[in-house]
């Protein structure tokens, strides 16, 4: 590298290039030192314009006039569409009574418009562009996922329609059933009454026949015909057998009854400014939260909850048994685990298939057509807390067996391969405590790995990339004073955090960026626990002695 060309060195003449330079000429843009300038100009003074360093780029080049070659333009003929013209052109006849605007006048103006055009392409047009560039780029990215999201909803559709037939089925299954069986009674029923019949009647020959064969006058003379009773013979029984009336299909209408999916729309924005934001659902905060019903799971000790789809949840406690249940509060299904052991955490993944962890066998299992397989087996860690993200990778917190460390790792689907470790800030130090308690986990729409650090009394937010953007360790309040051990976490459409303030009895409500917006503390929530929103916004939140999942509406 040229020592003139060191940023922290001073300007050099181009032509020695070891001088410091003292001039500059205008015309041929080049540096020059005292001694160089004579070298410069040796060609003709004429041809160059020399001026102090610190004045170049201040000689105006005017063009050279095209009639009279010798002489430059500093004129324009307003009258000849402001063509350039020299001293010679403005006196000539074909000019004549012309009006004529001197150049520098036009030069100055333009200068001042070329400022404010460079400052608003730089500062407003650019930006704007670039803004909307990557908008697109990230749109085009996620394209594919959306339309998985769309054909993995239709697929929950669908397997919840053979969930419901098979119901059905067997509901009238169990009808049948029940009908077999009265039909049976009623059979057997008048076949004893018959057998009863038939023993009289042998009984009845068998005394006829002693009759006949003795000689004795008085059990002759005593016999009593019973032929007349005999020959009355019973009704018969005609039961006929159920019949199954199905009916016809009608496919369009199973089409429609089934869902409906909208035509592709396509919209263009006017903008007035390409400054405006672009439009966005926003959805305020209510005043006051509302409790929209409550669903009693049984479970005594309730840990976790999730959204299978809008209505459907799993719930689980310190028991064995995970528990699928409607909005209504109807149970639906119920899956023991595996081991035997309860299950740490759960969550459904992209595929609509329920996931849960087992600290005793350090493992993570996924459930699927009612078979349950291990999907993952650590070593030397014990899986805590999991969260499905958005890209249908899996999350898990999990702690050292020694009780030491912990860590977030994510998995590649639902699959054993290893894609991220979370665990040390830039500076090496723990994002995480070592201590072995609930660690939940949740994503945020902009990516963001959150995680609710019970024992840290803190909620640790990670970029993607895995680098810490905050940590929110409390809110100042009068009313609550027990130490602040965030439970549960969970985010919305609006990327808010809320976390489960345990010993407080109330949530706290955050923006993405970790400021405190408010506490849901008005739905009469006793210890919180576990916690989910649904796609509509809804809130499930669990209620871990009480043993309820408490649906909570907080956004207008």
């Not at 119901?167 to 049948?176: C, P």
Request: hydrophobic share 30%.
């Amino acid at each position: 590298m040229y020592p003139r060309s060191t940023a922290q060195d001073v300007h050099r003449c181009d032509l020695c290039e070891t001088a410091i330079v003292h001039s500059y000429c205008d015309i041929c843009h080049v540096n020059l030192c005292k001694p160089c300038i004579g070298d410069h100009i040796s060609d003709g003074y004429l041809k160059h314009a020399i001026v102090p360093f610190q004045e170049r780029r201040s000689t105006l080049i005017y063009p050279k006039c095209e009639t009279h070659p010798h002489k430059t333009c500093e004129f324009q003929c307003e009258d000849c569409n402001n063509i350039f013209v020299c001293s010679s052109c403005t006196a000539s006849k074909q000019h004549k009574g012309h009006n004529f605007v001197e150049v520098t006048e036009v030069y100055k103006t333009k200068k001042e418009v070329l400022k404010k055009d460079i400052k608003e392409l730089e500062n407003h047009i650019s930006p704007s562009y670039e803004k909307i560039t990557l908008e697109l780029e990230q749109t085009l990215a996620n394209l594919d996922v959306g339309y998985e999201k769309l054909t993995a909803i239709m697929s929950k559709q669908g397997e919840q329609w053979h969930r419901e037939i098979d119901i059905i089925i067997n509901k009238m299954k169990t009808e049948i059933s029940e009908i077999k069986v009265q039909h049976r009674e009623i059979l057997q029923k008048h076949l004893n009454q018959i057998k009863q019949v038939q023993s009289a009647i042998k009984q009845s020959l068998l005394a006829i026949r002693e009759i006949e064969k003795s000689t004795e006058v008085s059990s002759t003379i005593e016999y009593s015909s019973r032929i007349s009773e005999f020959s009355k013979l019973p009704p018969k029984v005609q039961v006929s057998l159920p019949t199954f009336i199905p009916k016809s299909i009608d496919r369009e209408k199973l089409y429609s009854l089934f869902g409906q999916i909208t035509p592709l729309s396509t919209a263009t924005e006017d903008n007035i400014s390409l400054l405006n934001q672009p439009n966005t659902t926003v959805r305020e905060l209510l005043d006051e939260p509302e409790l929209v019903t409550t669903i009693h799971t049984g479970h005594q000790y309730l840990r976790s909850v999730t959204c299978l789809n809008e209505g459907i949840i799993w719930a689980s406690g310190t028991t064995n048994e995970i528990k699928c249940f409607n909005s209504k509060g109807s149970l639906l299904q119920t899956i023991e685990t595996k081991s035997g052991n309860y299950p740490y955490d759960i969550a459904v993944d992209s595929d609509g298939y329920l996931l849960y962890s087992v600290w005793s066998t350090g493992s993570v299992y996924k459930v699927k057509n009612e078979q349950i397989e291990e999907l993952i087996r650590l070593q030397e860690w014990l899986p805590v807390n999991l969260c499905v993200t958005s890209t249908g990778d899996l999350l898990v917190t999990m702690f050292r067996v020694d009780y030491t460390q912990s860590k977030v790792v994510r998995y590649s689907g639902s699959t054993e391969k290893v894609k991220q470790t979370i665990q040390f800030d830039d500076e090496g130090k723990p994002l995480y405590s070592g201590y072995s308690d609930t660690k939940y986990i949740t994503e945020n729409r902009n990516h963001d790995i959150c995680v609710a650090d019970c024992a840290a009394g803190a909620v640790v937010v990670a970029n993607q990339d895995g680098k810490l953007r905050w940590r929110y360790t409390d809110h100042p309040s009068v009313t609550k004073k027990k130490t602040f051990k965030p439970r549960g976490i969970a985010t919305d459409s609006q990327s808010h955090i809320l976390t489960a303030d345990n010993e407080n009895h109330c949530i706290h409500i955050l923006d993405q960026n970790g400021q405190f917006l408010r506490y849901i503390d008005n739905c009469d929530l006793k210890y919180p626990f576990g916690l989910c929103v649904d796609n509509n916004d809804n809130l499930f939140v669990c209620e871990y002695y009480k043993g309820n999942v408490k649906k909570t509406k907080y956004l207008k």
